[in-house]
């Protein structure tokens, strides 16, 4: 029922609202009266453009056959002349320059000619181009004849024709022949024409009538209106400004045509007019330019086309099809009133159809958005065509992009995508796609023809970004474990055995010290005491790293230039021997870094670049080198965010050599402690990378590695630091270090220990007492005052140092103290220094160390 009501009332304003005959109805009368009238009017048109090529081939005939007619009088002409020159005393007279027997020769003949050919000029010229005589007018003679045709004669030679403009304003056709005796000029004959024939014989042959203007420069007033009286026309000079009429058809001239003379401002030259009504008849004019034979303008030819008959015949049909149309409008809106009506109905049937269709997938749709899920359909060319809600408001609505580029974010289609198996092959897939901005989904594609009928891409993709960071973190966190449990038994075991092993080894590195400086140097002893001595300090080197690797070792920081800290190394008796055990490969330095200082143990910064020095060296097969280089650089929170480290400052020391490179399945283990592909005990501990990584922990920054089959490249970044104070040992010879008689308290549980310290401090000139415990060291020094104490920090059981120091302070608040130790907490470390001890000082140590350490702190 419910669903009933919901189709009801989506229907009833379907049904409200004007139906689809009342919508359409109306625009398809329009557009078909449009139709119709379009039609009517292109047929009217075509009818008018065909009167129009009409009216001009008349014009272009008319044209055509004066410039034809003016041809064929020209070789009339020029053949008179030639039948004229076949007598013998035409020469002999005109050589003679016997006017009387020419004009008695040619006088009859030229009367003649007037009268069957229309001939009304002829003459006969001297080669000076003088006139000798005028047939049709002998009483004028003598005047030098300076027309283009007869120019053309005389420069040519030839003979030389066209229309020129008589005194009397007359159009007429000259053909004037050079006259030879054995190629010598003797003078010239000439026959003129009027064209006034012409001008009517195509006036009858077309039907239509003529005019012709002359521009008033050209002629003399005077002598033009003689002339004119003479023929019996009217001659107006003041009608028109610029140009005279000298002929026209017309009984009359009328005033209605006077704007189209040439020189009026409405004068549409070489173009047909608009209908003008002259004696009743509708005419169009056409004005002609008309030229001398020497090509310049002298006039206009007007020709009047008679267009009364084809102006009716177009009213005729103008009425015919405006009939036809009505009779058209009124069959065809029959015709659609009939078959919108009858669409109207199946409309309704349909919409109701749809409505219940849109509800159901507008209720499957709310459900896909209310799940998160994305959906959206992509055509075969990238482009994207529908997004649900949910993938709108997650991406932004990105309709009519390119799915690559807007929601993938790549500047080309993705390497995964799999739109062709879905268009072309029609295949259902299953995958997997991560976006530029790193989110990842599971993709399904189903092929689907989209509302328009193209073939498309249907895509569903669930967010599985979350998932993903979810599995990741876990996966991190459990190597974090992993690797935090290895760390942490690795340090129980370094901190069970470090402080023992140092403590067995002080006596293997200080006792042959000892021992060696009582013997004579030819002693055959000192080789054999010098190995045990070398043995042990490399064996506490070893416990050293694991230490550092443990990250149990303790340590002070003070101020360092990282350059100068470099240049020590290369000075140093470990960078010497290495350089010898592999001459092949040459160490270089490039300090570049301009803000070199740190905060650092600068003990444990020389070790990791010797262990990268010596892991670069050992790399190299032929003859390559090493590189190490200092640079500042400032790291983004972005980049900081990749390292792990805070942003800012840094200083960059850079290890780079020209090996053979890391193969990628070690990279990911370099750091490991005891990961090694060295022969253990020979070459590698397993612990020079380890002690690095944990170097740089220590120091708050971050190491790097880039390797391939080129060579390998180690970056350390270190904050820099802003104290400008770096600290520098003083550079005293071995006897400063000698005592002068101070009172010097060793405190330690392990006697050998004691006995090392007091008898190398005894040898130094210092007065020495030894305890074996904290609380022995407070009683004894409740009853007697030293310099300074020489404090182990580990023993057991009872006080440690830290502890022993704190109580000895409450009796002396100023006294001097020293820490020595093989393994300590940081944090005890820490406290007894900030309690006031001096220093701290690894065991095993040697003679200079303990020296220097004591000599320090008795001079602070």
Known sequence: ???????????????????????????????????????????????????????????????????????????????????????????????????????????????????NYSISHFYFHLPERVNLLRIHKPTVYGDVIDRFTAREAERSGKIAHGIELGPLGTFTLRVVQPVYIEDTLIGYLELGQEIEGLLKFIQNRLGVELAVSI?????????????????????????????????????????????????????????????LLIDNRLRRI????????????????????????????????????????????????????????????????QHSQLIESEGRQRSLLDAINRSGIFLFVVDSGYRIRYMNESMAKSLGNEVGGLCYRDVSGYDSPCSHCRIAEVIEKQQIVHYHSTLKNNRSFNMIAVPYIDIDGVPCKLEVMQDITQQQKMEHDKKILEQKLQRAQKMEA????????????????????????????????????REALEAIQESGSRAAAVVE???????????????????????????????????????????????????????????????SLMNLVTNAAEAIVEEEKILVSTSNQYIDELEAARHKISPGEYIILSVRDDGTGICDEDLTHIFEPFYTKKVMGRSGTGLGLAVVWNTMEEHDGTVTVESSSKGTC???????????????????????????????????DEPQLRDIASQILLNLGYNVDSV?????????????????????????????????????????????????????????????????????????????????????????
Not at 73 to 88: I, Q
Request: include cysteine.
């Open 545 to 607: 790293d694991l230490l550092t690797v443990a990250r149990g070792v303790a340590s002070t920081k003070e101020p360092q230039d990282l350059n100068l800290l470099v240049q020590e190394y290369f000075n140093s008796p470990e960078c010497k021997k290495l350089q010898s055990l592999y001459p092949n490969v040459s160490c270089q330095q490039q300090l570049e870094a301009t803000h070199s200082t740190i905060i650092c143990s600068s003990v444990h910064i020389k070790k």
């Open 772 to 860: 074996c415990s904290g609380e022995l060291a407070v009683k004894f020094l409740k009853m007697n005052s030293v310099d300074l104490i020489v404090m182990d920090m580990l023993m057991e059981p009872g006080m440690n140092g830290r502890q022993a120091y704190a109580e000895i302070l409450e009796l002396y608040p100023k006294q001097k103290a020293i820490i020595a130790s093989g393994f300590s907490e940081s944090d005890d470390v820490k406290a007894a220094l900030q309690l006031g001890a001096s220093g701290f000082i690894k065991k095993p140590y040697s003679i200079i160390q303990l020296s220097r350490a004591v000599r320090e702190a008795l001079t602070t």
């Open 714 to 748: 180690f970056q350390l970044y270190f904050p820099v630091s802003v104290e400008e104070n770096i600290i520098q040992p003083p550079d005293r010879p071995q006897e400063n270090f000698r005592g002068n008689g101070e009172y010097i308290l060793v405190v330690d």
């Open 490 to 525: 690795l340090g129980l075991l370094a901190g069970g055995v470090a402080h023992d092993l140092n403590n067995i080894l002080s006596g293997i590195v200080s006792y042959p010290e000892l021992l060696l400086l009582q013997l004579p140097k030819d002693s055959n002893l």
């Open 1 to 115: 029922m419910q669903a009933a009501s919901h189709d009801n009332k989506t229907t009833k304003p379907f049904q409200q609202n004007r139906p689809v005959f009342y919508r359409l109805m109306v625009p398809l009368c329009v557009i078909v009266l449009l139709l119709v009238f379009a039609l009517s009017a292109a047929l009217l048109i075509a009818n008018q453009q065909k009167m129009e090529r009409f009216n001009r081939h008349i014009v272009a005939d008319a044209t055509h056959s004066l410039e034809i007619s003016l041809k064929r009088k020209a070789r009339m002409l020029n053949a008179l002349e030639d039948v004229l020159l076949e007598n013998p005393s035409l020469y002999e007279a005109l050589q003679a320059k016997d006017r009387e027997q020419l004009f008695e020769l040619y006088e009859p003949i030229f009367r003649n000619l007037q009268k």
């Open 215 to 275: 521009r008033k420069n050209l002629l003399e007033r005077k002598k033009w209106q003689d002339g004119m009286a003479m023929l019996g026309r009217e001659a107006n000079w003041d009608r028109y400004k610029n140009e005279v009429l000298i002929y026209y058809s017309l009984p009359v001239f009328p005033s209605a045509i006077d704007p189209f003379i040439h020189g009026s401002e409405v004068h549409l030259h070489n173009n047909l007019t608009e209908e």
């Open 286 to 349: 056409f004005s002609h330019s008309l030229r001398d034979v020497s090509g310049a303008e002298i006039g206009d030819l007007l020709v009047f086309i008679d267009i009364t008959e084809s102006k009716a015949a177009f009213f005729r049909l103008t009425i015919i099809t405006a009939t036809l149309a009505l009779l058209l409008l009124s069959a065809l809106f029959i015709f659609f009133y009939i078959m919108l009506r009858q669409v109207d109905k199946s409309i309704l049937t």
